[in-house]
């Protein structure tokens, strides 16, 4: 009898400590959207409305109750990135951009060159990869960006093309340029932002010492099931094959570009935490890449976008 109602007690103990976590978790949730909503009015920055609404939707995916991640619906947009031969277009405004040989910061410029195209496109795949917190937390169930139980999905942060006023046929160099031009005051290489620093990837990716995982990535894969030695909490992790993603990109003039945020990954056992798994240790894997659009169907499975208002 006194060990039944121990029990009970126990039991009430923990439903009610679960309670206030639930409790406070939404609270938290609610506060950060009037924080979000509040900055929005004076800031107006869009980037910042969408980093703050995933990771919202992230922490409240974290919640046991269900449906709590319909609270808030990730308000991110899809940017369309437009080339003239003297000057460049981000929804419908003109940028400034840093032109050598001006030595300076312009809205105008003679002529488009390797140096505009892969500064200015360099900068959108930052802010993807920005905008769906580097990768740092899982999005896994978040049914309003990607498609449930899809093995790939993208999310796209931008449309890039070229004016028929362009000269040029192509422009060069873009994955060498990432490798070795810092971001704006930062010391860090764009390269180093999107490619080495620490993020959330299955373990498939951590199988050469000489690679990182981005690296990895890019090889693509066959058809695999890959059993992980190193994770405990994975039993197996399922993937669908796909090809290689071209680093080394050239933009042809003629072709239409997308900076995208990669979704992939689904195993069959998922231990259930709160907060990162550790890096290396991931059902889900995170990256951000420039695909033409001729290769989204075979990189992304299921694509969302955002306004492009």
């Not at 923990?14 to 609270?27: A, F, N, P, R, T």
């Not at 506060?31 to 990771?55: G, N, P, T």
């Not at 994770?231 to 050239?250: A, D, G, Q, Y």
């Amino acid at each position: 009898m006194e060990e039944g109602v121990f029990l009970m007690n126990k039991k009430a103990q923990i439903q009610s400590k679960l309670g206030i976590i639930i409790i406070s978790l939404i609270i938290f949730v609610l506060l950060l959207i009037f924080l979000l909503k509040l900055h929005a009015y004076f800031s107006k920055s869009d980037r910042e409305i969408c980093r703050s609404s995933v990771l919202a939707q992230s922490l409240l995916m974290q919640a046991p109750t269900p449906g709590s991640e319909k609270i808030v619906t990730p308000k991110c947009k899809t940017y369309k990135v437009v080339f003239f031969n003297d000057h460049v277009e981000i929804d419908d405004k003109t940028i400034e951009v840093y032109d050598s040989r001006k030595k300076d910061f312009v809205k105008k410029f003679n002529g488009l060159t390797d140096e505009i195209v892969n500064q200015v496109i360099a900068e959108e795949l930052r802010w993807c990869w920005y905008q769906f917190l580097e990768g740092k937390k899982s999005l896994f169930n978040i049914k309003t960006l990607f498609a449930g139980g899809s093995v790939l999905s993208c999310y796209l942060c931008d449309e890039i093309t070229f004016d028929s006023s362009v000269g040029e046929k192509e422009f060069k160099s873009f994955y060498n340029y990432t490798k070795h031009k810092t971001m704006p005051n930062s010391q860090m290489t764009y390269y180093e932002y999107y490619a080495e620093e620490s993020r959330l990837y299955s373990p498939f990716y951590d199988r050469d010492p000489d690679k990182n995982a981005w690296e990895e990535y890019v090889q693509g894969r066959g058809n695999e099931v890959f059993i992980s030695e190193k994770c405990k909490e994975l039993e197996v992790s399922l993937f669908e094959p796909r090809k290689p993603i071209t680093k080394n990109i050239i933009f042809d003039t003629s072709k239409k570009y997308a900076v995208v945020f990669i979704k992939e990954g689904i195993t069959s056992k998922v231990r259930e935490i709160i907060g990162t798994k550790e890096e290396g240790c991931s059902p889900e894997t995170y990256f951000s890449y420039i695909l033409s659009f001729d290769d989204l169907s075979e990189q992304c499975k299921s694509l969302r976008r955002g306004s492009m208002k």
